[in-house]
């Protein structure tokens, strides 16, 4: 049984993951039940990803066990078909035997049976896909060996969303050889009354053939519309030898469900599809028709009954909405007509016919009433002519609906072909040319049910330029349809033509990337390409996983960049607070942003997609209401099973959506699943909705300087450095500045001067110190009182032997301070890039400094943020794991847009607060403030000045 158990393992879940998704198997989640026990309705996580699924749970007093429990596992997960519904799951544990199968949303065809809605054409194709499956289970798969059911009845034959019939429950099945005319057991009896092959039931000899005779029960159940057994007296009145009695005497019409059925049937359909029902249930096992020989006649069932489903009235209404009416003589000559295609309800609808004879409808989209739920533009101008040169759109005038408010859409199709699946398309062109390649989201609601689509040029555009995107699929039920779509906000406008009724295409077998299918298989909307590079194109755009709850992209190196929606990653608070979400159209996800409301959350992310070997960033992708390239976040958090709490002050923007990051850790990965908790202690500061937990890629940040860097601010002289052209030609301007020192200067040679220059000396007053770069480059510095420093508060200059002006300033108290110079234009180099730098030291309490100073710059009466300046080293990106490769890592890579404090060699401290550019004249306004993020006091900052020097 281990060695069993191990090739199954990957099917096991955890009873507390089933007791969850079926809210502790509660009555209400109850779908149906048999021999097996009761089946439960759940959603959750299977090998194959997260869906809704189907709970099976063994109940041993109705007769079934463990072989049985056992042997469904073994048989749907070697033998998988199209019509065979698939295991995704099981449980072994706690006393509970539970197996877990993909969720047929229409039930089983049993509860179906006396439907007046199931058409004839209906019936039929379900039959011939459950007699599919059945026969694969009886062919040979190339290991000699056939599966016998043992227990095929409608009950086990289960309907999906498209009405797919796919047969279930394997606890019964037997296995034997396939190289023999007739493969046969002797065994004991199991199975259900009515549906048992006689001589199975009398001698016990159970043959391929036996499941032959169950299915011909079904094919008469199908045809009667009722069960083949009714309750009378105490037992059950077996009804089959009453309809193969009634068919012989050719009163099949005292049989057919005719509330359904009987409308538009085929008599020639009808007759394949008896005569092939009665040869299943003959006596004679021989005279039997293998199921392969089923699924033949069924086929010519279904076709011969194909033509009778056009219904003939819609050919007379469609010939009157055309415009001008159509004239025809035969149902050909009308079919001819709209294989041309022609306009309807006053040029509102285009209506044409695929090879197959379906019905292809378009709608103008005037005809879908678009409304405004936002704003206030009027209706009609919103409706216009297409700018350029756009080709007729085929509706009057080529006019388009401007799609970038909120607005909803009532769609009509009054000219479907019945019981065929159709996909719904918008039909669309951007307005303008440039927004064609951009990360550009179709966000919608149908039904109630948020959905996103992506758009992908390289397969969504045809080759007049428009594009066709589908929204939705569904199976048609009759030849008219009503559909409400709830379009959200867009950034970027659309010019949309109409919505179209397209019959949906044969899945056509896209190549197969090894790399990359499970990507393709787990994507949330169809993916089509035809070669390696068009897949790899799509997925550098992103596509969204998992049943729209993950996002997967490449980058510009092809490495995998992953990120899990807050809606499939948040953990529960305990409290039961319930958990809110923001719709937004920045968001990549249908649910949008997670609305924390200033408190802590948890989170539980795991990935199996990432890239191995390769430097990872963990992130909060988050909205805010502020704005800038980088914005204060101060958010606080920790991973499972640690005890230090980390924080992370500032979050840089995304450059595609305006979203902002903040970067959590960093970790090599090796490939495997990573299954990483977070807890969140606060909500951080300016954090409007959280949209998930992105896995990047490091982006290696090479120019940033350690802490333990130093700078020397005092330059020494060697000969090496000196620009001997400089030297022996010293500017005139420079001799100029030698005027402004308040000390005498002396030389004797070329050299001795450029000495005195490089070293640097006083100037105007003693507050401010000139020297030049070893290119000849001016640099200055600004004692604090040159700077004009203001603050809210008597802030004090004293003396100091530190400081080469002999005084600073000593911030008393105030949550910011500004700095203004007007710099005169003999003291800076012309046509020159130059760092602004503060000097500076802390008081011994360094506590409220760690967090980073908020730097703007005042430009006539308005102040722009201009950078973050850390005044102490800031925290770095905790690691989580071993360090494959020490070469990969930046701790600081965080803060690639912040400046960071550099100790320089002459004591004090340093950090970039600006940069400018002083032109021909260099004369340059400084006015610079600095706060604190969070209004702290920035009591006991002492102020040495600010330097000033060539980038």
């Given at each position: 049984?281990?060695?069993?158990?191990?090739?199954?393992?990957?099917?096991?879940?955890?009873?507390?993951?089933?007791?969850?998704?079926?809210?502790?198997?509660?009555?209400?989640?109850?779908?149906?039940?048999?021999?097996?026990g009761?089946?439960?309705?759940?959603?959750v996580?299977?090998?194959?990803?997260?869906?809704?699924?189907?709970?099976?749970?063994?109940?041993r007093?109705?007769?079934?066990?463990d072989?049985?429990?056992w042997?469904?596992?073994?048989?749907?997960?070697?033998?998988?078909?199209?019509?065979?519904?698939?295991?995704?799951?099981?449980?072994n544990?706690?006393?509970?035997?539970?197996?877990?199968?993909?969720?047929a949303?229409?039930?089983?065809?049993?509860?179906?049976?006396?439907?007046?809605?199931?058409?004839?054409?209906?019936?039929i194709?379900i039959?011939?896909?459950?007699?599919?499956?059945?026969?694969?289970?009886?062919?040979?798969?190339?290991?000699?060996?056939?599966?016998?059911?043992?227990?095929?009845?409608?009950?086990?034959?289960?309907?999906d969303?498209?009405?797919?019939?796919?047969?279930?429950?394997?606890?019964?099945?037997r296995?034997?050889?396939?190289?023999?005319?007739?493969?046969?057991?002797?065994?004991?009896?199991?199975?259900t009354?009515?549906?048992?092959?006689?001589?199975?039931?009398?001698?016990?000899?159970?043959?391929?053939?036996?499941?032959?005779?169950?299915?011909?029960?079904?094919?008469?159940?199908?045809?009667?519309?009722?069960?083949?057994?009714?309750?009378?007296?105490?037992?059950?009145?077996?009804?089959?030898?009453?309809?193969?009695?009634?068919?012989?005497?050719?009163?099949?019409?005292k049989?057919?469900f005719?509330d359904?059925?009987?409308?538009?049937?085929?008599?020639?359909?009808?007759?394949?599809?008896?005569?092939?029902?009665?040869?299943?249930?003959?006596?004679?096992?021989?005279?039997?028709?293998?199921?392969?020989?089923?699924?033949?006649?069924?086929?010519?069932?279904?076709?011969?009954?194909?033509?009778?489903?056009?219904?003939?009235?819609?050919?007379?209404?469609?010939?009157?909405?055309?415009?001008?009416?159509?004239?025809?003589?035969?149902?050909?000559?009308?079919?001819?007509?709209?294989?041309?295609?022609?306009?309807l309800?006053?040029?509102?609808?285009?209506?044409?016919?695929?090879?197959?004879?379906?019905?292809?409808?378009s709608?103008?989209?005037?005809?879908?009433?678009?409304?405004?739920?936002?704003?206030?533009?009027?209706?009609?101008?919103?409706?216009?002519?297409?700018?350029?040169?756009?080709?007729?759109?085929?509706f009057?005038?080529?006019?388009?609906?401007?799609?970038?408010?909120?607005?909803?859409?009532?769609?009509?199709?009054?000219?479907?072909?019945?019981?065929?699946?159709?996909?719904?398309?918008?039909?669309?062109?951007?307005?303008?040319?440039?927004?064609?390649?951009?990360?550009?989201?179709?966000?919608?609601?149908?039904?109630?049910?948020?959905?996103?689509?992506?758009?992908?040029?390289?397969?969504?555009?045809?080759?007049?330029?428009?594009?066709?995107?589908?929204?939705?699929?569904?199976?048609?039920?009759?030849?008219?349809?009503?559909?409400?779509?709830?379009?959200?906000?867009?950034?970027?406008?659309?010019?949309?033509?109409?919505?179209?009724?397209?019959?949906?295409?044969?899945?056509?077998?896209?190549?197969?990337?090894?790399?990359?299918?499970?990507?393709?298989?787990?994507?949330?909307?169809?993916?089509?390409?035809?070669?390696?590079?068009?897949?790899?194109?799509?997925?550098?755009?992103?596509?969204?996983?998992?049943?729209?709850?993950?996002w997967?992209?490449?980058?510009?190196?092809?490495?995998?960049?992953?990120?899990?929606?807050?809606?499939?990653?948040?953990?529960?608070?305990q409290?039961?607070?319930?958990?809110?979400?923001?719709?937004?159209?920045?968001?990549?996800?249908?649910?949008?942003f997670?609305?924390?409301?200033?408190?802590?959350?948890?989170?539980?992310?795991?990935?199996?997609?990432?890239?191995?070997?390769?430097?990872?960033?963990?992130?909060?992708?988050?909205?805010?209401?502020?704005?800038?390239?980088?914005?204060?976040?101060?958010?606080?958090?920790?991973?499972r099973?640690?005890?230090?709490?980390?924080?992370?002050?500032?979050?840089?923007?995304?450059?595609?959506?305006?979203?902002?990051?903040?970067?959590?850790?960093?970790?090599?990965s090796?490939?495997?699943?990573?299954?990483?908790?977070?807890?969140?202690?606060?909500?951080?500061?300016?954090?409007?909705?959280?949209?998930?937990?992105?896995?990047?890629?490091?982006?290696?940040?090479?120019?940033?300087?350690?802490?333990?860097?130093?700078?020397?601010?005092?330059?020494?002289?060697?000969?090496?450095?000196?620009?001997?052209?400089?030297?022996?030609?010293?500017?005139?301007?420079y001799?100029?500045?030698?005027?402004?020192?308040?000390?005498?200067?002396?030389?004797?040679?070329?050299?001795?001067?450029?000495?005195?220059?490089?070293?640097?000396?006083?100037i105007?007053?003693?507050?401010?110190?000139?020297?030049?770069?070893?290119?000849?480059?001016?640099?200055?510095?600004l004692?604090?009182?040159?700077?004009?420093?203001?603050?809210?508060?008597?802030?004090?200059?004293?003396?100091?032997?530190?400081?080469?002006?002999?005084?600073?300033?000593?911030?008393?108290?105030?949550?910011?301070?500004?700095?203004?110079n007007?710099?005169?234009?003999?003291?800076?180099?012309?046509?020159?890039?130059?760092?602004?730098?503060?000097?500076?030291?802390?008081?011994?309490?360094?506590?409220?400094?760690?967090?980073?100073?908020?730097?703007?710059?005042?430009?006539?009466?308005?102040?722009?943020?201009?950078?973050?300046?850390?005044?102490?080293?800031?925290?770095?990106?905790?690691?989580?794991?071993?360090?494959?490769d020490?070469?990969?890592?930046?701790?600081?890579?965080r803060?690639?847009?912040?400046?960071?404090?550099r100790?320089?060699?002459?004591?004090?401290?340093?950090?970039?607060?600006?940069?400018?550019?002083?032109?021909?004249?260099?004369?340059?306004?400084?006015?610079?403030?600095?706060?604190?993020?969070?209004?702290?006091?920035?009591?006991?900052?002492?102020?040495?000045?600010?330097?000033?020097?060539?980038?």
């Amino acid at each position: 049984m281990d060695s069993f158990t191990k090739e199954f393992e990957h099917l096991f879940i955890k009873l507390e993951d089933i007791k969850s998704a079926t809210n502790n198997f509660d009555k209400k989640k109850v779908i149906g039940g048999g021999g097996f026990g009761k089946v439960y309705m759940g959603e959750v996580s299977h090998y194959k990803g997260r869906s809704m699924v189907a709970f099976k749970r063994l109940d041993r007093k109705f007769g079934q066990g463990d072989p049985e429990f056992w042997k469904e596992i073994m048989m749907l997960s070697r033998y998988t078909h199209e019509n065979l519904i698939s295991l995704l799951g099981y449980c072994n544990e706690g006393g509970e035997m539970i197996l877990v199968y993909e969720h047929a949303s229409n039930g089983s065809l049993d509860r179906h049976l006396s439907s007046t809605t199931l058409t004839w054409t209906q019936r039929i194709k379900i039959c011939l896909d459950a007699a599919r499956g059945l026969s694969y289970l009886h062919e040979d798969k190339g290991n000699h060996q056939r599966v016998i059911h043992r227990d095929i009845k409608s009950s086990n034959i289960l309907l999906d969303e498209n009405w797919n019939s796919k047969v279930s429950d394997m606890g019964l099945a037997r296995i034997g050889p396939a190289n023999q005319q007739y493969t046969a057991f002797i065994t004991n009896i199991v199975g259900t009354p009515g549906y048992l092959d006689p001589i199975y039931l009398h001698m016990g000899i159970l043959t391929k053939e036996s499941d032959v005779y169950s299915f011909g029960v079904v094919l008469l159940e199908v045809l009667c519309g009722r069960l083949c057994f009714e309750k009378y007296n105490d037992g059950f009145l077996n009804l089959v030898p009453t309809w193969k009695k009634s068919c012989k005497l050719n009163e099949i019409d005292k049989l057919i469900f005719k509330d359904s059925i009987m409308k538009n049937m085929d008599p020639t359909s009808l007759v394949t599809f008896t005569d092939i029902a009665l040869r299943c249930l003959n006596k004679s096992r021989e005279e039997r028709p293998s199921m392969a020989d089923v699924v033949e006649k069924l086929e010519i069932a279904l076709k011969s009954q194909e033509p009778n489903d056009l219904v003939p009235k819609m050919y007379e209404e469609i010939g009157k909405a055309a415009v001008p009416p159509l004239m025809y003589r035969s149902d050909e000559e009308f079919k001819v007509l709209l294989s041309k295609g022609v306009l309807l309800n006053g040029g509102k609808t285009w209506l044409s016919v695929n090879k197959k004879g379906e019905h292809i409808e378009s709608i103008y989209i005037e005809a879908c009433n678009p409304q405004l739920t936002y704003g206030s533009t009027n209706q009609e101008e919103l409706l216009r002519h297409p700018t350029g040169d756009i080709v007729n759109s085929r509706f009057p005038g080529g006019r388009c609906y401007q799609y970038e408010y909120e607005f909803k859409a009532r769609v009509r199709g009054q000219y479907l072909t019945p019981q065929i699946p159709y996909t719904l398309n918008l039909v669309f062109r951007y307005e303008y040319q440039s927004d064609v390649n951009r990360y550009n989201p179709l966000r919608y609601k149908i039904d109630g049910e948020p959905k996103v689509f992506i758009i992908y040029p390289s397969t969504h555009m045809r080759e007049d330029g428009w594009f066709v995107v589908p929204l939705y699929q569904f199976t048609t039920q009759h030849t008219t349809t009503d559909l409400q779509f709830d379009f959200e906000y867009r950034y970027y406008n659309l010019l949309v033509a109409g919505i179209e009724f397209q019959p949906s295409e044969e899945k056509v077998q896209l190549p197969v990337f090894e790399e990359y299918q499970h990507i393709v298989e787990a994507a949330s909307q169809s993916l089509i390409y035809t070669s390696l590079d068009e897949l790899k194109q799509i997925l550098s755009k992103g596509v969204l996983l998992n049943g729209f709850k993950t996002w997967f992209s490449l980058n510009e190196k092809g490495q995998h960049c992953y990120m899990i929606s807050m809606k499939d990653c948040l953990i529960p608070n305990q409290d039961s607070t319930p958990q809110t979400y923001n719709s937004d159209y920045k968001s990549r996800f249908p649910a949008g942003f997670y609305q924390p409301n200033k408190k802590g959350f948890k989170t539980h992310v795991k990935t199996q997609f990432l890239s191995p070997s390769i430097t990872y960033t963990v992130k909060l992708v988050y909205n805010s209401s502020s704005y800038g390239e980088q914005v204060y976040v101060d958010l606080k958090y920790r991973l499972r099973g640690k005890a230090t709490t980390s924080v992370v002050y500032l979050a840089n923007q995304r450059q595609d959506d305006w979203l902002y990051m903040a970067e959590l850790y960093q970790f090599t990965s090796d490939g495997s699943i990573v299954d990483l908790e977070f807890f969140f202690e606060n909500s951080g500061t300016n954090i409007d909705g959280v949209e998930g937990i992105m896995f990047q890629p490091l982006e290696i940040v090479a120019d940033q300087v350690t802490k333990d860097d130093k700078v020397d601010n005092i330059q020494a002289i060697s000969d090496s450095e000196s620009d001997t052209n400089w030297e022996q030609k010293i500017p005139n301007d420079y001799e100029e500045i030698l005027n402004l020192s308040k000390d005498s200067l002396r030389w004797t040679t070329k050299k001795e001067l450029y000495s005195i220059f490089r070293r640097g000396f006083l100037i105007n007053n003693g507050q401010q110190w000139f020297s030049v770069d070893k290119h000849g480059k001016k640099c200055l510095l600004l004692s604090a009182k040159a700077t004009w420093v203001i603050d809210d508060k008597n802030s004090a200059f004293v003396s100091s032997d530190e400081s080469r002006f002999g005084e600073v300033l000593v911030i008393a108290a105030g949550k910011n301070f500004e700095l203004v110079n007007e710099i005169k234009p003999e003291v800076l180099s012309a046509d020159t890039t130059y760092a602004s730098y503060f000097v500076y030291k802390l008081p011994s309490d360094r506590s409220k400094f760690e967090c980073p100073l908020e730097v703007c710059h005042k430009s006539g009466e308005y102040y722009f943020k201009h950078i973050y300046s850390y005044l102490v080293s800031p925290p770095n990106t905790p690691v989580i794991g071993p360090k494959f490769d020490e070469n990969r890592y930046n701790p600081l890579n965080r803060h690639k847009q912040s400046a960071l404090p550099r100790q320089r060699s002459d004591g004090w401290m340093e950090v970039k607060v600006w940069e400018f550019k002083s032109w021909s004249t260099p004369e340059s306004s400084m006015h610079l403030k600095l706060e604190h993020s969070v209004k702290k006091d920035l009591g006991g900052l002492i102020i040495h000045g600010i330097e000033l020097r060539p980038i």
